[in-house]
Each structure stands twice: as structure tokens, then as C-alpha cells.
């Protein structure tokens, strides 16, 4: 009888025993399902924020490489015999190689295709304008983020700047640029097209 008890008094302690390890085991997958949806939300919201941050720092490399290849071409025209066809020879090759030393700016020098890396898959294409007058660098898939800064940081070393086909500075007008505006003509995502145009223009009164 006492042999009985003590077995039926082991089993029933038992039966608790695997009930509350099977609970625990249900209460960890209940748990590691919660973190992993936390998770989940998380990277939602935060790695746009995070893709926004990183194009943010790189627009002031960006805009020192563009504007350093700007003041050799200013150099370099200087000494063409006519200055209304001193770019007349611009061409997405010499761009490329120029730009090739870019830490920031991806440059290819067997295509010769340039990425500016403030926008997924955004390039950089160089070409002669106005007979040879000036030329542009365009800029298209650029990160809002991006967008107005960049401008704005060229501002003085570009004859013309224009955003999403709205005119942002002319020298020869003149439009003198204003942030405020950039800010306003830039479109949410990595929809902005940003072009800027340099050579020998006029700079009339008041123009800045």
C-alpha cells in the first residue's frame, strides 16, 4: 500500500512538472515570435531613415569632387582661343576618367558611366552645351535629402541650375538661387533630377 502511494504521489508530481516545462516552451516560441515582429517593424521604419543619413554625409564629398572637376574646366577654357566653343569637346569619357579618383563618386572608365551614389543607380552625365559655350552636369535619381543640399553647395560655382525642369539660378537673367525654392522644387524619394550648367556666361547685374 505504501509502495503504491509514494508511485502514485511521484507520477502526479510529475504530471505539473512536464506541464510547466511544455508552457515554458510555449511562452519562449510566443516570445521569439513577438521580438522577431519587433524586429521587423524596426527595420521598416528605420532603415530609411538610416539610407537618408548616409546619402546626407556623402553630399558634401560629392559636391567637392563636381566642383573640383568645374574649376579645371574653368582652367583649362580659359586658354581656348574662342571662349564660346571652349567646351565644345566635352565628352563623357573625359568626365569619367576625371572623376575617377573619387572616393564617392563611382566612375566606370571602360563604359564611362558615372554614379553619383545619392540615389539608387543616379548618374552623372556631362555633355557641351550652347555650341561649346558651357556645359551641364546632370544628375538624375538623386535622393530628396540630397536634392536642394547639393544645389545649394554648387550654387556659386554653377552659371545655371535647374531642378526637376524648374529654373533655380541664371547668371544672365538673372535668377539668383534660393534654397528655399530648391527645397521646394525637390520631390519626396529618388525621383529628383538636378542639373547644373557652367562655362563662359554672362553674369549680369545683381546675378550671385
Given at each position: 500500500?505504501?509502495?503504491?502511494?509514494?508511485?502514485?504521489?511521484?507520477?502526479?508530481?510529475?504530471?505539473?512538472?512536464?506541464?510547466?516545462?511544455?508552457?515554458?516552451?510555449?511562452?519562449?516560441?510566443?516570445?521569439?515570435?513577438v521580438?522577431?515582429?519587433?524586429?521587423?517593424?524596426?527595420?521598416?521604419?528605420?532603415?530609411?531613415?538610416?539610407?537618408?543619413?548616409?546619402?546626407?554625409?556623402?553630399?558634401?564629398?560629392?559636391?567637392?569632387?563636381?566642383?573640383?572637376?568645374?574649376?579645371?574646366?574653368?582652367?583649362?577654357?580659359?586658354?581656348?582661343?574662342?571662349?564660346?566653343?571652349?567646351?565644345?569637346?566635352?565628352?563623357?569619357?573625359?568626365?569619367?576618367?576625371?572623376?575617377?579618383?573619387?572616393?564617392?563618386?563611382?566612375?566606370?572608365?571602360?563604359?564611362?558611366?558615372?554614379?553619383?551614389?545619392?540615389?539608387?543607380?543616379?548618374?552623372?552625365?556631362?555633355?557641351?552645351?550652347?555650341?561649346?559655350?558651357?556645359?551641364?552636369?546632370?544628375?538624375?535619381?538623386?535622393?530628396?535629402?540630397?536634392?536642394?543640399?547639393?544645389?545649394?553647395?554648387?550654387?556659386?560655382?554653377?552659371?545655371?541650375?535647374?531642378?526637376?525642369?524648374?529654373e533655380?539660378?541664371?547668371?544672365?537673367t538673372?535668377?539668383?538661387?534660393?534654397?528655399?525654392?530648391?527645397?521646394?522644387?525637390?520631390?519626396?524619394?529618388?525621383?529628383?533630377?538636378v542639373?547644373?550648367?557652367?562655362?563662359?556666361?554672362?553674369?549680369?547685374?545683381?546675378?550671385?
Amino acid at each position: 500500500m505504501t509502495s503504491q502511494l509514494i508511485t502514485h504521489g511521484t507520477g502526479a508530481s510529475s504530471f505539473p512538472s512536464r506541464r510547466r516545462r511544455q508552457l515554458a516552451k510555449g511562452l519562449s516560441a510566443i516570445e521569439l515570435s513577438v521580438v522577431l515582429a519587433i524586429i521587423v517593424i524596426l527595420a521598416i521604419y528605420t532603415m530609411p531613415k538610416i539610407d537618408s543619413y548616409l546619402i546626407d554625409g556623402k553630399v558634401p564629398k560629392v559636391a567637392e569632387d563636381l566642383r573640383r572637376f568645374m574649376v579645371r574646366n574653368r582652367v583649362n577654357a580659359s586658354a581656348a582661343a574662342d571662349p564660346n566653343t571652349a567646351f565644345a569637346n566635352a565628352t563623357q569619357r573625359s568626365f569619367a576618367f576625371a572623376i575617377s579618383s573619387s572616393t564617392t563618386i563611382s566612375s566606370n572608365t571602360t563604359t564611362y558611366v558615372v554614379q553619383h551614389n545619392l540615389g539608387s543607380g543616379g548618374v552623372v552625365a556631362y555633355a557641351a552645351v550652347d555650341g561649346g559655350k558651357g556645359y551641364t552636369l546632370t544628375l538624375d535619381k538623386v535622393h530628396q535629402i540630397a536634392c536642394a543640399n547639393l544645389a545649394g553647395i554648387l550654387a556659386r560655382d554653377a552659371s545655371k541650375i535647374s531642378i526637376n525642369g524648374q529654373e533655380q539660378k541664371n547668371t544672365e537673367t538673372p535668377v539668383n538661387f534660393s534654397g528655399t525654392n530648391a527645397d521646394a522644387a525637390c520631390v519626396d524619394g529618388e525621383n529628383n533630377t538636378v542639373v547644373f550648367t557652367a562655362g563662359n556666361y554672362e553674369v549680369n547685374a545683381g546675378a550671385r
